[in-house]
């Protein structure tokens, strides 16, 4: 996956993170699929709420589904 540059990320709409704070960027699959996989490891980790999890779960497919079509 190819990592954001600070002026990348500043210039991503709020509307291209699953949750408030410009947390997990899921503006393209690789960063999907990338949010999905910490997401789990920090409700894990008890660093993540379920409603959160839902939340960047419910996105993040929302996005790979998108750009699978």
């Known amino acids: ?3 954001l540059t600070t002026e ?7 509307s291209a993170f ?4 410009r947390r997990y ?6 960063h999907a699929r990338d949010a999905l996989a ?3 490891e ?7 709420t379920q409603d959160e999890y839902d939340t960047v779960h ?3 497919e ?3 589904h998108h750009e699978g079509s």
């Open 62 to 64: 929302a996005v790979l």
């Open 42 to 48: 920090m409700l894990h980790r008890g660093e993540l």
């Open 58 to 60: 419910r996105k993040a």
């Open 8 to 14: 990348e990320r500043n210039a991503l709409p709020d």
């Open 1 to 3: 996956m190819s990592r």
């Open 25 to 30: 960027p899921i503006h393209d699959a690789a």
């Open 18 to 21: 699953a949750l408030p704070g």
């Open 38 to 40: 910490r997401a789990s």
